[in-house]
């Protein structure tokens, strides 16, 4: 419900879109970790490193996502 409101890019492609494609691999990147992090025992370094993946995840949809898209905008409008 709140993907439609994060999306602020006027260009819908992901092909000219060279931002939001690696922030679509640093997600992917952050899902295989967490899912590898989901099977470790809870331990000292796998309860770091799944609290910084988490946080990851969330600043990559929250934060990350509108910011990529206004930045995209705005180099669009300098073209």
Do not use: C
Not at 18 to 37: R, S
Not at 44 to 67: D, E, K, N, R, W
């Amino acid at each position: 419900m709140v993907v439609p409101i994060l999306h602020t890019s006027k260009q819908r492609s992901l092909t000219f879109r060279p931002l939001t494609q690696l922030l679509f691999w640093a997600l992917v990147a952050d899902v295989a970790i967490l899912t590898w992090i989901g099977g470790m025992p809870v331990e000292h370094p796998f309860i770091m490193i799944g609290q910084v993946a988490s946080f990851l995840y969330f600043f990559l949809f929250l934060v990350l996502t509108p910011l990529t898209g206004w930045l995209e905008n705005k180099v669009l409008e300098w073209s």
